[in-house]
C-alpha cells in the first residue's frame, strides 16, 4: 500500500496544471480573421466605398446594393450566418477573404463537406428539424433535386436573376448555380515537357506517353465532376473511350486535390480533371505544373446555392447570398478560379490564361436529362470497365 | 469488546411503525432496492444511450432500404445489403483488411511487446529513453503518419527514399503505396498500445516467480516464455484485440497508402460508400455489422481463454522488482530502441517540417532537402495567421480534457462492475463496452449522428456531443486499460479492507486505485491523446464552432493543400508530443519505482 499520500496524486495534479495552463495560453492565443489560403492575394475589395449611399439601399458593396435598410437590420440583429459547401477548401476560403476584405460585418461559418456526408448531414438535419445550415452550396444537381424535394430550400430571388442562364437556375427562386467550376488538364512541366502534353481527351486517349500508370485521375464516385466528364467521354467517343482510358491503367484517386498533388509530386504525370482553383494554387507556389482547357470537351459542373427554410439567420442568409450574385461576389469568385453563373461576369483567374476562354465555350452535363437518368447505369459499366468500386 | 445494541424504534424514524409492521418492511425494501439496483439502472442507462442506441440504429439500417434519420420515412426489411455484401470486391477487400491487420498487430506487436519488456523488466542502458520511445509515437494519428510515409516512400521521384537512391546513383525506389506499406505504417503507430498495455502489467509483475525459475535452472528465454509472457496474456490479448481490431477499421491509411495503388479494404469501401454521392448508408452499415459479429467472436474466444487462469501477480505480500541482466545484448537493444524511435518519430517529423517549409512539393534532387534556400514559411504564416486553426487547437484540448475525464470515470466505474461486483447484468456491461470496437468509426459516426440529433438533450451541434462521440469510440481502449490494470490485483486486498469495515468507496480510493495508479494514468492520458487524433466519429457531427485539428487536417489533404496539411499536422503532433513528455512521468514513476 501507498503511504505517501503527499505524492499520491502528486504527479496528476501536476499534470492537470500544466494541461490547465497550456489550454489557458492557447485560448489566449489567436489568429486574425484572414482565413485564407496560401499564396493567392486577397480578391479585390473595394471596402474603402462600403456603405449605403442611396437613401432606401441598407448596405452597399461595390457601388451594389445588396440589402435594403430593413433587411440590413434584421441581418445586423442576427450578427452572422452558417454556410454549409462542398466548394473545395482552397477556393471556398478564397470568396469567404473577399467576403471579408469588402468589409461586411456578418460572420460567415463554414463548414465543408464533401458531396455524400453533406447530403446526409444535411437530410438528417432538416428532418431532425435542426438543419444549422442558413445557405447550402452544394454540388451534383441530383443530390440538391433531393434536397428540394425535402423542402430543404426556401425561395430568395438573388441579384441579376435573370442575367444567370435557364438551366443555371430552378424552381421559382429556389436555388441556382453559385458557382460553376471548369475540369481542366494538368500536367508536371518538369516531367512532361509542353509539348508532349496532350490538348484534347481525344489525343489523351491516343497517347502512348501516358500509358502505364502516369495519369492521376477521380474515379467516378467523386462527387459529380468526375461522372460529369466520364460522362461526356462516353458521350462524344462513345464506350471505347471508357475501355482507352482504362487501358492506360491510370491512378484512380478519390479527390480532385490528390490528383493535382500526385501530379506536383511526379507520381504521375498527368491529371486530365483538376480543378482552376489548386492549379492556380500550385503555379503561385512555383510548382512545375500547368492547365489547359481540353480543345475538344471543356466540361464544367455546377455548385448549387440555395437560402435553407430552416435558416436561424435568413436575412444575414439573404444579404451573403445578394452579396455572391453581386459585382463583388463575381470578382470573388472568379478570382478563386471558378466562373459565376452570371452572364457577362469577370472571367476566372486561370494560370497559364491572359484570359480564360469564355463560359460559353464549356459543356454542362448537368443540364442533360440522360445525366440523372443513366447514372446508375453507367456506374456499372464504368465499375465492370475500370475494375474499380466507387462503393460497392 | 463491542456490544452490538439494537436500534431504539423511536429513535429511528424509519422503523418506527406508523400503521403496522407492514409499513416498516415496504421502507425498508425499497431502500434495498434503490441501493441495489439504482446505480446499475443509471449505468445501463447511460450505456444504452451511449452505446446501444447508436449500434443498434445502424444494425437497424443495415437491413433496411432507407437511411434511418429520425423523422424521416421508414424503410423495408431487406437482404440485399447482406447480399451486396457478399460480391467478390467487399469480399477481396475484407481478405485484404484481415491480411493487413494481421500483418500491422504482429509487427506492432514485437515493436511494443518488446519494447515493454526492455523497459519495465531489464537492464537496457537509458531506460528513460526507452520509455520514451515506447509511447511518444502516440502524438502522431496514423492520418498523419500515413501523410508523413508518403512523403518519404511514395512511388513518385520526389519521395525523400527515392530521391537519396537517386543521389547514389542507385536504381531502387520503394513503394509505400502497398500492403506491405500499409503493415508497416500500422505496426509503427499501433506499436505503443502494446507498451501502455503491456508495460503497467510488467511492472507490477512479481519477480518472484521468475526468480523461482531461474533457481531452478531455466534459462532466460525459458522464463520468458514460460512464465513472464504467460502472466501477462490478459494484457497481451487485450493489447493484440484492441490493435488488430482498430487496424482493420482504420480508414485514412489505406485512403491514403491503399487507394493510389488500387488496393481495396473494407473502410476505403465504407468511406468511398458514404462519402461519394449519393451516400449509400445502409450498405455502409451492413459491412459494419459484418465486423460487429467478428468483434463478438474474438471477445468471446479471448474471454473463455483468460476467465481458465489466474493471472492475479499484485497481492498483499511486498516485493522487490528485478531486473533481467541483458549482458552482451545490452548495447544490441538500445540500437533497437533507436531504430524504432528514429522510424517512428524523427523520419516522419523531418517530412512533415520539410513539407511544411517548401513552397510546393515537388523536389528535383536530393540535395534540395537540405537547401536553406528552398525554404519559406509561407504556408506557417497562412496557417498560423488562420483563426480556424486556434479555434480547432483549443477545441482539441477541451474535448481531449473533457473526454479523458468523463470517459475514464465511466470506464473505471464499467471496469469496476464487471470485475468487482456482483451486479446482475455485468457481462452486458462488458459486451457493451467492447462493442464500440466493432463498428467502423465512420460508421458509427454516422450512428451518433441520426441517435443523438433526436435526443430531447440539446447537446447536437455542441462540443458535448463529441465528447459523448469520443467516450463511446475509445470505451474499448479505457476499459481494457482499466480492467487489465484491476486484474492484475488480487481481490484479498480489497476483501481485507472491506472486513475491516470500509466502504466500497473507501477501499477503491485508498486501496485499489493507487495500486492501479500506473494503468488508470496511462489510460486518461491515452484517452486525451486519442481524442487528440481522433477524425472518424467527428465527421459527421463537427460544426463550424466544434471543428478539431483533425477535420482541419483532413481537409486540407481533401482539398490537395498537403503544405498546409503537413503545418498543421506538425504543429499539433509536436504539442501532443510535448503532453507526452509530460504525461509518460505518470507511468515510469509508479509501483516499480515505488519499490526500488
Request: proline letters at 7%; charged letters at 15%; aromatic letters at 10%.
Amino acid at each position: 500500500m501507498n503511504t505517501k499520500k503527499s505524492n499520491r496524486f502528486g504527479a496528476a495534479r501536476h499534470t492537470t496544471a500544466t494541461l490547465a495552463v497550456l489550454a489557458l495560453i492557447l485560448a489566449a492565443c489567436g489568429g486574425n480573421d484572414a482565413d485564407a489560403p496560401a499564396a493567392p492575394a486577397p480578391a479585390p475589395a473595394p471596402a474603402a466605398d462600403a456603405g449605403p449611399t442611396a437613401p432606401e439601399c441598407g448596405y452597399e458593396v461595390a457601388g451594389d446594393c445588396i440589402a435594403d435598410a430593413e433587411l440590413w437590420a434584421a441581418a445586423q440583429a442576427e450578427g452572422g450566418l452558417t454556410l454549409y459547401s462542398s466548394v473545395s477548401e482552397a477556393r471556398q476560403q478564397v470568396t469567404l477573404a473577399a467576403w471579408a476584405e469588402a468589409g461586411v460585418p456578418l460572420t460567415v461559418e463554414l463548414v465543408r463537406l464533401g458531396g455524400g456526408r453533406l447530403y446526409e448531414r444535411v437530410q438528417t438535419e432538416h428532418i431532425a428539424n435542426q438543419l444549422a445550415a442558413d445557405v447550402l452550396l452544394h454540388s451534383d444537381i441530383a443530390l440538391v433535386n433531393g434536397h428540394a424535394d425535402l423542402g430543404v430550400y426556401e425561395p430568395h430571388c438573388v441579384p441579376n436573376l435573370d442575367l444567370i442562364p435557364d438551366p443555371l437556375k430552378f424552381g421559382d427562386c429556389l436555388f441556382q448555380a453559385g458557382v460553376i467550376v471548369p475540369l481542366l488538364f494538368g500536367w508536371n512541366t518538369a516531367l512532361l515537357p509542353s509539348g508532349q502534353a496532350p490538348t484534347s481527351y481525344r489525343s489523351m486517349l491516343d497517347s502512348a506517353e501516358l500509358d502505364g500508370g502516369k495519369i492521376a485521375v477521380q474515379h467516378i464516385g467523386v462527387g459529380g465532376s468526375s461522372y460529369a466528364v466520364y460522362f461526356e467521354l462516353r458521350k462524344q467517343y462513345g464506350p471505347e473511350s471508357w475501355v482507352a482510358m482504362a487501358a492506360k491503367d491510370p491512378v484512380l484517386v478519390g479527390a480532385a486535390g490528390a490528383a493535382q498533388e500526385a501530379v506536383v509530386r511526379g507520381e504521375q504525370v498527368f491529371g486530365p480533371m483538376l480543378t482552376v482553383g489548386n492549379i492556380n494554387v500550385s503555379v503561385d507556389d512555383g510548382a512545375p505544373i500547368a492547365g489547359l482547357f481540353p480543345e475538344d470537351i471543356s466540361v464544367a459542373i455546377g455548385h448549387w446555392m440555395g437560402l435553407t427554410a430552416q435558416a436561424s439567420n435568413p436575412n444575414a442568409a439573404k444579404v451573403f447570398m445578394n452579396w455572391w450574385y453581386s459585382t463583388g461576389g463575381q470578382e470573388a469568385v472568379a478570382f478563386s478560379g471558378d466562373y459565376h453563373p452570371v452572364s457577362g461576369s469577370p472571367s476566372p483567374r486561370v494560370a497559364g490564361y491572359d484570359v480564360a476562354p469564355d463560359v460559353s465555350t464549356l459543356v454542362f452535363p448537368e443540364s442533360d436529362p440522360d445525366f440523372i437518368r443513366l447514372r446508375d447505369e453507367l456506374f456499372n459499366e464504368w465499375q465492370t470497365v475500370f475494375n474499380f468500386t466507387p462503393g460497392s | 469488546m463491542a456490544t452490538i445494541t439494537p436500534p431504539k424504534t423511536e429513535d429511528d424514524p424509519t422503523l418506527r411503525p406508523f400503521g403496522g409492521a407492514g409499513e416498516v418492511r415496504a421502507e425498508s425494501l425499497l431502500r434495498r432496492l434503490l441501493r441495489q439496483w439504482g446505480p446499475m439502472t443509471v449505468l445501463y442507462a447511460i450505456l444504452i444511450v451511449l452505446v446501444v442506441l447508436p449500434v443498434g440504429i445502424l444494425f437497424y439500417a443495415a437491413f433496411t432500404d432507407v437511411a434511418p434519420r429520425p423523422g424521416g420515412a421508414r424503410g423495408s426489411f431487406t437482404l440485399k445489403n447482406i447480399q451486396d455484401l457478399m460480391g467478390p470486391t467487399t469480399l477481396g477487400a475484407a481478405r485484404t483488411s484481415v491480411v493487413i491487420a494481421l500483418g500491422g498487430t504482429s509487427v506492432a506487436m514485437v515493436w511494443g511487446g518488446l519494447l515493454a519488456w526492455l523497459a519495465a523488466r531489464t537492464d537496457v542502458p537509458f531506460r528513460p529513453l526507452v520509455q520514451l520511445a515506447g509511447i511518444v509515437p502516440l502524438f502522431m494519428s496514423a492520418l498523419v503518419g500515413a501523410l508523413a510515409w508518403s512523403f518519404i516512400a511514395s512511388p513518385g521521384r520526389s519521395s525523400y527514399v527515392n530521391l537519396f537512391f537517386s543521389a547514389l546513383g542507385l536504381d531502387w525506389t520503394v513503394n509505400i503505396y502497398s500492403v506491405g506499406g500499409m503493415v508497416f505504417v500500422f505496426g509503427l503507430y499501433y506499436a505503443p498500445f502494446y507498451f501502455l498495455l503491456l508495460n503497467g502489467p510488467l511492472t507490477l509483475m512479481n519477480p518472484e516467480l521468475e526468480e523461482a525459475a531461474e533457481v531452478c535452472g531455466a534459462s532466460r528465454r525459458k522464463t520468458a516464455t514460460a512464465i513472464t509472457i504467460p502472466l501477462v496474456t490478459p494484457a497481451i490479448l487485450g493489447a493484440l484485440l484492441l490493435t488488430f481490431v482498430l487496424i482493420i477499421e482504420n480508414f485514412p491509411v489505406p485512403t491514403l497508402l491503399g487507394t493510389p495503388a488500387g488496393i481495396n479494404t473494407l473502410p476505403s469501401i465504407i468511406y468511398r460508400l458514404m462519402h461519394n454521392p449519393p451516400p449509400r448508408s445502409n450498405l455502409a452499415a451492413a459491412v459494419g455489422l459484418l465486423l460487429m459479429l467478428i468483434m463478438v467472436g474474438l471477445i468471446w474466444i479471448q474471454r473463455r481463454f483468460i476467465s481458465k487462469k489466474e493471472y492475479t501477480t499484485i497481492t498483499g505480500k511486498g516485493m522487490t522488482p528485478r531486473r533481467i541482466k541483458l549482458g552482451k545484448w545490452r548495447w544490441p537493444a538500445l540500437a533497437f530502441v533507436l531504430l524504432y524511435f528514429v522510424l517512428a518519430v524523427f523520419l516522419p517529423f523531418f517530412a512533415l517540417l520539410q513539407m511544411s517549409l517548401r513552397p510546393h512539393s515537388f523536389i528535383m534532387s536530393f540535395s534540395e532537402l537540405f537547401d536553406p534556400n528552398a525554404f519559406d514559411l509561407r504556408h506557417f504564416r497562412a496557417v498560423l495567421g488562420s483563426e480556424r486553426f486556434w479555434t480547432a487547437l483549443r477545441n482539441s484540448f477541451t474535448l481531449g480534457a473533457l473526454t479523458a475525464v468523463a470517459g475514464g470515470l465511466l470506464h473505471l466505474v464499467m471496469a469496476y462492475v464487471v470485475l468487482r461486483s456482483r451486479a446482475p447484468g455485468r457481462k452486458f456491461v462488458e459486451y457493451i463496452a467492447m462493442a464500440p470496437l466493432a463498428m467502423p468509426a465512420l460508421v458509427l459516426g454516422l450512428g451518433f449522428l441520426w441517435t443523438w440529433i433526436a435526443l430531447p438533450i440539446p447537446i447536437y451541434g455542441t462540443l458535448w456531443v463529441l465528447v459523448a462521440a469520443y467516450v463511446v469510440r475509445f470505451m474499448p481502449q479505457g476499459f481494457q486499460g482499466m480492467s487489465s490494470s484491476m486484474l492484475q490485483i488480487h481481490k484479498d486486498l480489497e476483501e481485507s479492507a472491506l472486513v475491516c469495515g470500509a466502504t466500497r468507496a473507501r477501499t477503491l480510493r485508498t486501496i485499489t486505485l493507487p495500486l492501479m495508479r500506473a494503468g488508470v494514468a496511462g489510460s486518461l492520458l491515452l484517452l486525451f491523446i486519442l481524442t487528440m487524433r481522433e477524425l472518424s466519429a467527428a465527421l459527421f457531427l463537427f460544426t463550424a464552432q466544434t471543428r478539431v485539428l483533425s477535420i482541419v487536417v483532413f481537409d486540407y489533404w481533401d482539398s490537395g493543400l498537403l503544405a498546409q496539411a503537413a503545418v498543421t499536422s506538425f504543429i499539433y503532433s509536436s504539442l501532443l508530443m510535448g503532453i507526452v513528455l509530460i504525461g509518460r512521468k505518470w507511468l515510469e514513476g509508479s509501483a516499480g519505482r515505488k519499490r526500488d
